[in-house]
């Protein structure tokens, strides 16, 4: 490893990366009163572990510009060549199988 660069260990398998412009456009769209943002319905399912610890990471980014209307931009690590719309309302367990995420025993 190069000087001035540092490896750090990590538990996620995939890294979600959701758009924060999308998100604030919305104010929120999912969940079951439709007041919860994609982001932390996603962080609501992966539960306790935080941070590193998480078996999926869910990052905020800077805008894609794909800019949907009443969806959310979302790209994948594991797939860098894509980015994916989820229109507002959509059930989070239709997103984890659309964007092939594992489900989880006791996610909210």
Known sequence: ??????????????????????????????????????????????????????EIGIVEAPCFKLCPKGAVSVALGSRPGVLFEVAEGTAVEDVLEALDLPAVSGGG
């Open 1 to 54: 490893m190069s000087a001035g660069i540092r490896a750090h260990r990590s538990k996620w398998r995939e890294s979600v990366l959701v758009c924060r412009k999308c998100s604030k456009k919305l104010r929120g769209g999912f969940g079951r009163k439709g007041k919860r943002t994609l982001r932390g319905l996603l962080k609501d399912v992966y539960g306790a572990a935080k941070g590193r610890r998480a």
